[in-house]
T-cell receptor
């Protein structure tokens, strides 16, 4: 596999479920990101990890819990979500944490909360 | 609050013509600028990056940056139907690990 991969590609869950989204980057990058893309809204940054440490949390509700066990893997743990959390969740990675490098996106997980 | 503004469109351009996409940003300290293309149901893919004032050309694509006016644009020459997509302008202020601030995107339609 090359680039940035995400699983699952599609997910339907109830409001009481717990699920996790997985992201893996094969680019040797040191920074990883979670974004949310909702209809009619711009991409919203959720979390930033640099060298496995969380460096930014953009006021995301606690029902979203990120985890970065190493520089190649990033998870987003979901619990007690709301229907308005239905969106495309995108993972991205970049070479380093200077903030100037190109970010490369995975294919995304399309999430539907019922 | 950092903001990136784009005309949502749709912008309709005849095949073979030049498509011009525009973007303005609010953070005067922004240092890096990106254009991403996103097809419906797909993730964004990088088209161009630009860091200094002036023009940067790559094939049929030219990015233009004017930091004094806080303006960045993307020109697509010899537009093809396959260029029909949403084009996202993204800005990064740098200075440490940071995500990108995205505009809502411009929906471009190339008419055969």
């Amino acid at each position: 596999e090359t680039g940035v991969t995400q699983t699952p590609r599609h997910l339907v869950m109830g409001m009481t479920n717990k699920k996790s989204l997985k992201c893996e980057q094969h680019l040797g990058h040191n920074a990883m990101y979670w974004y949310k893309q909702s209809a009619k809204k711009p991409l919203e940054l959720m979390f930033v990890y640099s060298l496995e440490e969380r460096v930014e949390n953009n006021s995301v509700p606690s029902r979203f819990s990120p985890e970065c066990p190493n520089s190649s893997h990033l998870f987003l743990h979901l619990h007690t979500l709301q229907p308005e959390d239905s969106a495309l969740y995108l993972c991205a990675s970049s070479q380093d944490d200077r903030g100037l490098e190109t970010q490369y996106f995975g294919p995304g997980t399309r999430l539907l909360v019922l | 609050q950092k903001e990136v503004e784009q005309n949502s469109g749709p912008l309709s351009v005849p095949e073979g013509a030049i498509a011009s996409l525009n973007c303005t940003y609010s953070d005067r300290g922004s240092q890096s600028f990106f254009w991403y293309r996103q097809y419906s149901g797909k993730s964004p893919e990088l088209i161009m990056s630009i860091y200094s004032n002036g023009d940067k050309e790559d094939g049929r694509f030219t990015a233009q940056l004017n930091k004094a006016s806080q303006y960045v644009s993307l020109l697509i020459r010899d537009s093809q139907p396959s260029d029909s997509a949403t084009y996202l302008c993204a800005v990064n202020s740098g200075g440490g690990a940071d995500g990108l601030t995205f505009g809502k995107g411009t929906h471009l339609i190339i008419q055969p």
